[in-house]
């Protein structure tokens, strides 16, 4: 089962953090609301999977292309 | 006359109200977060006050920060610009309360409009047209008949919408085209919104297919008379915000233009409001029917095309009624609008990508020339609001929008062409910008001839969007 790293396509503050390890998300689904330029910008789950890992905490910065979470699908 | 002027804000609106109080003899203090320390606003400013950190909640919307910077830097007054605190009735009582003018509204007019209920009842005895809607009712009423739900269905007028109480943000709602689907329509909207929400309350309200975002700029003196400046057309937007401006309003017909800046001035006069305001619509496109949506107690990022239309420093009048000096305006007769305004913004993001934010740096930011002064080159001129310069950092603590670009033209298709042709002259890098898909939206057939309305966008991605 690969493991694939779930990046962040923008520069923001980690707002919340909606999935936890061990949570099974659909494709899409959102693991991370960053909060960007006065907007709530979810990081969402490229395919379906299971989440192993989240690397970022709330209220933290998290740069474009960082890796958010990982995600064994 | 304020000597003193404290901007409590940042940005382009900060470095544009410095403008206007310089211009009429003030000095101007700053406030900046951390990360704004250098910034244009910062620079501008004869001087400047550091009050926290980058995030706005712990700089920007400290009120105790901005009043105490204003209080032990001299300022005798404090303008908010928009966003932040400009909207904050209690800030806008404790300026005043410690003696200094604050260069807005009443605060009993902010929380009048900023209440939605509120505002709405008073709308609608000022005399202004509200979205038609009915009470709400309950499936376990015995006094509702059908009879009374057709009598309800009339007055508000198809096509509606059959709306549960405690839904919202789209969900629980049924579009009836005519009195034959109503029926069916309520009692599935009841069962859904019983289910979903443990209430089966529903409502009626007008729809309104093909929206346009009309708005008219007022300006009231506090005494009870005021003046509009003409309507805005703000259809053109993206998350619900924004992106591009113009006055007059195209292909709006010249009575529909007149009542609504009747009903803005109507609902200024009602409250004896103070300052500079502006009363949104949504227009129905296809009748013309104009309904108030709320009321705006401040200065708006788009004032800048009002100004171009009338030659008007809507700041500098802001600026001198809250200084008890005499405004250059006695009534309505004395506002003159002339040809077409536009304006763009300038967002940092990346449109093909859900207008996703873009943050950076800016290692190339060049503006073509405009007229020095404000109101420079009217007619026909062309004027660019920027808040940030060459080597600035776009971050993610603020505002997406870097700068406005307004033109002015003796027609609509003159104003385009001159601001086409400024968007086409700016060189960004460093950070992406809407700058491509702005001339897109300014090149469509259909924003040429004038079909403009809030689901645009949407419906011409394909061309506006395309990679």
């Not at chain 2, 093909?210 to 998350?239: M, N, P, T, W």
């Amino acid at each position: 089962m690969p493991i694939i790293e779930v990046r962040s396509e923008i520069t923001g503050n980690v707002w919340k953090i909606v999935a936890a390890v061990g949570d099974r998300v659909e494709e899409e689904a959102a693991i991370v609301i960053l909060e960007s330029m006065k907007m709530e910008i979810p990081v969402t789950a490229p395919e379906s999977g299971v989440i192993t890992e989240i690397c970022v905490t709330e209220g933290s910065t998290c740069s474009e292309g960082a890796v958010v979470a990982r995600l064994q699908v | 006359m304020i000597r003193r002027l404290l901007v409590a804000n940042r940005g382009e609106i900060a470095c544009r109200v410095m403008r206007s109080a310089r211009l009429l003899g003030m000095s101007t203090v700053a406030v900046h977060s951390e990360v704004d320390a250098t910034a244009l606003h910062v620079a501008l400013a004869d001087q400047a006050v550091a009050i926290g950190a980058a995030p706005a909640t712990e700089s920007y919307l400290v009120a105790a920060r901005v009043l105490a910077a204003a209080v032990d830097s001299g300022a005798d007054a404090v303008h908010p610009g928009y966003g932040f605190l400009a909207e904050n009735a209690a800030f806008a009582r404790a300026v005043e309360a410690a003696g200094l003018r604050w260069v807005g509204p009443t605060p009993k007019s902010i929380d009048d409009m900023g209440d939605k209920a509120r505002a709405r009842i008073i709308a609608r005895a000022a005399g202004v047209p509200v979205l038609p809607g009915s009470d709400r009712f309950s499936p376990a009423d015995p006094a509702v008949t059908s009879a009374t739900i057709e009598a309800a269905a009339a007055a508000t007028g198809f096509p509606l919408l059959v709306k549960a109480a405690a839904g919202g943000g789209g969900i629980g709602m049924r579009r009836v085209d005519d009195p034959a689907g109503l029926a069916a329509a309520i009692e599935s909207t009841q069962t859904m919104a019983a289910r979903a929400f443990g209430d089966g309350t529903v409502y009626l309200e007008r729809f309104v297919p093909k929206a346009r975002h009309v708005e008219v700029q007022v300006f009231g003196f506090g005494d009870g008379r005021a003046v509009h400046l003409y309507e805005r057309d703000c259809s053109i937007q993206r998350r619900f915000q924004k992106v591009i401006e113009e006055s007059p309003a195209p292909g709006l017909a010249q009575a529909t233009r007149t009542a609504m800046c009747e009903a803005a001035t109507a609902l200024a006069r009602e409250q004896a409001y103070r300052g500079a305001g502006t009363v949104e619509f949504v227009v129905d496109a296809d009748s013309g029917e104009f309904f108030f949506l709320e009321m705006n107690t401040r200065i708006q990022v788009e004032h800048p095309v009002t100004e171009m239309r009338t030659g008007v420093d809507l700041v500098a009048w802001q600026l001198l009624l809250a200084g008890g000096d005499p405004l250059p305006v006695a009534g309505q007769d004395d506002v003159r609008a002339q040809g077409h305004a536009i304006e763009a913004r300038l967002y940092a993001e990346r449109p093909a990508k859900g207008f996703l934010p873009s943050t950076g740096t800016l290692s190339v930011f060049e503006l073509p020339a405009t007229g020095a002064a404000l109101l420079d080159g009217l007619p026909d001129g062309l004027r660019i609001d920027a808040g940030v310069r060459a080597g600035d950092t776009i971050s993610h603590w603020y505002d997406p929008m870097i700068a406005k670009v307004i033109a002015h033209g003796a027609t609509r298709d003159a104003a385009i062409d001159r601001l086409r042709a400024a968007l086409a002259a700016i060189r960004i890098e460093g950070v992406e910008t809407n700058l491509v898909f702005l001339q897109r939206t300014l090149d469509h057939p259909a924003f040429r001839g004038g079909d403009v309305f809030t689901g645009f966008i949407d419906a011409h991605k394909a061309v506006l969007l395309a990679r």
